[in-house]
């Protein structure tokens, strides 16, 4: 699967924009708040209705404007869809698949698209919600009936939170019923998810070993760790019951399948607490590409990635490093850098016709080398 054309307007500071794209690697140079990361945010959005930058969607939207619209071509195995999202200020957004209009779930389904930022807090450094939304992602993406799941679990979770809020013991039994219930279903789920994607993580290291026999030890002794969110000694339900009276007191609920998360270690050590930037993002990129994997064995096809600020951090030594794994993906990325890294990746894709490296200047977008 690839976007054969995008094309989007009032996306944030641009005002129009078009883009050709490679089928295999596209890399974005420019300065700050060139429209970068704006790019990739506009692609992102006509996947999931989401922006990876704000919680408020809306944000996306160029100020002074009342909508902005995005139009792509995707061409997936032997079709070609084209997909419409117009979001509003106010007002439901529009969504068209082929012409028809589509839900959140069917264009999810249509276009799957993986989105990260390797800026100052990686995916390694940053928040256990991020890393749980790729258990999310890659869960849904095997079996689609998750997303149910996963809403009737968080009203679950909300309304648990509510009860202890108010002390409401009656109410609170109850939800805590149907939090285990879902919860238990949400742990198993993702837990066969991340055997799928480990399995995956270590078939990367006999790669990284192919592209690069002196890899950093951070990089080929790490391993994933999958922490369930409550005592592993212990069902979900004596959990709830252990912690009752200090959940009372906190007003929410202090451990279970909300507290999911993916540890990277090396030599048993948590990574984010000895390793350096590099060592970090080559990680964080071996467990995106081992998603890719995961959906490639699933469905025979391959997901778009986006990733922001990928070589921040990244040493001369990691670099090329960085780009053969991309480029032996096989899927479509579209990575962001600065203009800064423009001699730096010349002199590594030279002649490499996998890769095409465009050039914001000003607002408008150029086409460095052709690939």
């Known amino acids: 699967m690839f976007i054969s054309q995008f094309t989007a307007s009032n996306l944030r500071a641009l005002d129009l924009i078009s883009l050709t794209p490679h089928q295999n690697i596209n890399i974005i140079l420019g300065k700050n708040n060139d429209g970068k990361t704006s790019l990739l945010e506009g692609m992102y959005f006509s996947s999931s209705l989401k922006s990876f930058k704000s919680v408020v969607s809306s944000s996306i939207i160029q100020s002074g404007k009342k909508s902005t619209q995005l139009l792509l071509n995707v061409s997936k195995k032997t079709d070609i869809i084209s997909i419409f999202v117009e979001k509003k200020i106010k007002g439901a957004n529009l969504v068209k698949i082929n012409d028809t209009r589509s839900s959140a779930k069917q264009l999810q389904l249509s276009f799957p698209v993986l989105a990260l930022n390797f800026g100052v807090e990686n995916i390694i450094t940053g928040t256990s919600e991020s890393r749980r939304s790729l258990l999310d992602w890659g869960s849904f993406h095997v079996e689609h009936s998750y997303l149910d799941l996963y809403k009737n679990f968080n009203k679950a979770l909300k309304q648990r939170n509510s009860a202890l809020k108010r002390k409401d013991l009656d109410n609170l039994d109850y939800w805590d019923k149907l939090y285990i219930q879902y919860g238990e279903e949400i742990h198993s789920k993702r837990l066969e998810y991340f055997k799928l994607l480990n399995d995956h993580f270590i078939k990367y290291k006999t790669k990284i070993l192919e592209f690069m026999p002196d890899a950093y030890d951070d990089i080929k002794d790490s391993k994933l760790m999958y922490d369930q969110g409550w005592d592993k000694n212990l069902s979900l339900y004596d959990s709830l019951i252990n912690l009752r009276e200090k959940d009372l007191v906190l007003k929410h609920t202090s451990a279970g399948p909300h507290r999911c998360d993916i540890h990277f270690t090396?030599?048993?050590?948590?990574?984010?607490?000895?390793?350096?930037?590099?060592?970090?993002?080559?990680?964080?990129?071996?467990?995106?590409?081992?998603?890719?994997?995961?959906?490639?064995?699933?469905?025979?096809?391959?997901?778009?990635?986006?990733?922001?600020?990928?070589?921040?951090?990244?040493?001369?030594?990691?670099?090329?490093?960085?780009?053969?794994?991309?480029?032996?993906?096989?899927?479509?990325?579209?990575?962001?850098?600065?203009?800064?890294?423009?001699?730096?990746?010349?002199?590594?894709?030279?002649?490499?016709?996998?890769?095409r490296v465009y050039e914001f200047k000003g607002k408008n977008l150029k086409v460095v080398n052709s690939g």
């Open 266 to 355: 090396s030599n048993g050590n948590i990574l984010k607490d000895v390793s350096s930037m590099s060592t970090q993002v080559i990680n964080g990129l071996l467990l995106v590409l081992s998603q890719v994997r995961a959906f490639h064995v699933k469905h025979h096809d391959k997901p778009i990635i986006l990733i922001d600020d990928l070589f921040f951090g990244i040493d001369d030594k990691n670099l090329l490093l960085v780009i053969n794994l991309l480029v032996d993906s096989e899927a479509q990325c579209f990575v962001t850098a600065p203009d800064l890294y423009k001699t730096k990746l010349e002199e590594s894709i030279v002649n490499n016709r996998d890769i």
